[in-house]
């Protein structure tokens, strides 16, 4: 069955600096695991059968109109600046206009080796790649800018990691793949043409209202602040912020060592290779700002005097952690009722978090009960998640003090507290069914976490307990 997608592929327009053109690689025997309809209909991709998703979303057939391509991208890993890294196991099929008029990139992840690789085979296995599926349609789900998992297909061939494992593909959809590290390469290259060529194609993509390059630092600085608040409203740690990692379009990608709190611990680091703990829960914040540190240093490049510049970069970039410090505020105050939390509000919730760690308090079900408590005595359940119950009780004497200005707290809460997250623990026991062949929990880890603040199915409420608790995450690539 032919696939005729209405692809307009217009990064593929760009130069052949930006990418190397190249096919995924075909597999030996693709099956369509996963397959999001909704978001399919959305990009306006035509209805078919199994067997021809699992072949496009496999790279086994290009369907017709895409223009395959591997981009171009430097990066800061861990601090340290690599000059080129690059899809080095990612193919970008092309881009479609969706039914809303918005334009995304169709890419496959894990469909074999580009100029890019490296080291690396270019293939992933099926734990990474549901994992992504799950955690990234669940992010969407709680309202947080995220790419977006469209397929996920088996390959019928083994990928050898530290033992043998099944290869697996998944098909991303993301508002656009430029990086910060897309802009370092050509800054890092003195191609000026290119890093201007770049910017008007990122403002154009999506910042219209934007006008040069500061203007568009201005618009990527507002839309990670957003972003980094909204992670942390919900206990996610990203685990590898990157600068290749780092989206202009203020989407979160890559979803490797990422994972969830269960109990509240501030500096919470999951991921096995950030040894110092660069990436740990509450350095979040200060990373985004160094990662916009870095754009701002290469967007300054293609001026004519980088120098005459460089004041209001600095002024920008300064500004961040204010920004981030107000977002994270309206976050929070949410979380607590608090319409317009103000800077003595700031200390109430802080000081709820203090609590909260020394009590080793589960951070998604103590904001659940606080959200969800009965109407006369808030915060009652939450109470149960405390170990010095008087320090509780006198910190939620102050919080209904000062809800008692407010005129629709619990709405606003439970729109701001979700119910169930993708818990660390879950993850890892729906990928040891898929590796077994049951999709079951895969489809009702779905189900649940599409419908976050309302979900019924309050088993996966529960945390893990000690046994089944993951003490770390890996890349897994
Ligand atoms: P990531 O961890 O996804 O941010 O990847 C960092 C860099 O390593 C990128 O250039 C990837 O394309 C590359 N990479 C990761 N895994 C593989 C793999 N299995 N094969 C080839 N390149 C890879
Ligand atoms: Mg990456």
Redesign the pocket.
Known sequence: MRFTAPFDNSYAALPPQFYTRLDPTPVAAPALLAYNSALAKRLRLPEADDATLAAVFSGQTVPDGAAPLAQL?A?H?FGNF?PQ??????ILLGETVGTDGIRRDIQL??SG??P?????????WLGPVLREYVISEAMHALGIPTTRALAATLTGEDVIRETVLPGAVLTRVARSHLRVGTFQVFAHRGQRAELAQLTDYAIARHYPDARGPMDLLRAVCAAQAELIAAWMSVGFIHG?M?T??CTISGETI?Y?PCAFLDSYFANQVFSSIDQMGRYAYSNQPRIAVWNMAQLATSLLQQLEDPAAGVEEATEIVHAMPARIETAWRARFGAKLGLSQPSEEDAALISDLLDLMQSAHADFTNTFDALARGPADAPGSTARDQFTDRDAFDAWATRWQARLAQETTPHEMMQAASPRVIPRNHRIEEMIAAAIAGDMAPFERLITALTDPFATTDLDLMRPPTPAQAVPATF?G?
């Open positions: 991208y990066g890993q690599n890294l690059g899809d080095g196991r990612a992840k894990g080796p580009t890019y690789s490296r080291m690396g085979d270019g293939r992933a590898v990157n290749d990692n890559d490797g890349c690539t």
